[in-house]
């Protein structure tokens, strides 16, 4: 797949509000985390596909808009 590396924009803006803070936060953990089409390098510079995947943050993420959905009616 190719990437768009040339004229990718990126852009950083502060984030005062605590609960925004906390939310990005919680977000960017669950993302970091997130091993089920995960890779590892190895020593002879070969890459391999991780198996047993315990962290899908899509999953997470929809049920978390689910729950939030149904909290709110």
Known sequence: ????LDTR???LAPVKDESLRGELEDTLERNL???TFAWE???DGEW???TGGTR???RELM???LERAR???
């Open 41 to 43: 390098l190895g020593p």
């Open 9 to 11: 924009v990126e852009l």
């Open 63 to 65: 049920e978390r808009a």
């Open 33 to 35: 985390a997130d091993d």
């Open 1 to 4: 797949m190719p990437r768009n």
């Open 71 to 73: 909290s709110a009616d």
């Open 48 to 50: 391999t596909r991780r």
């Open 56 to 58: 899908q943050i899509h």
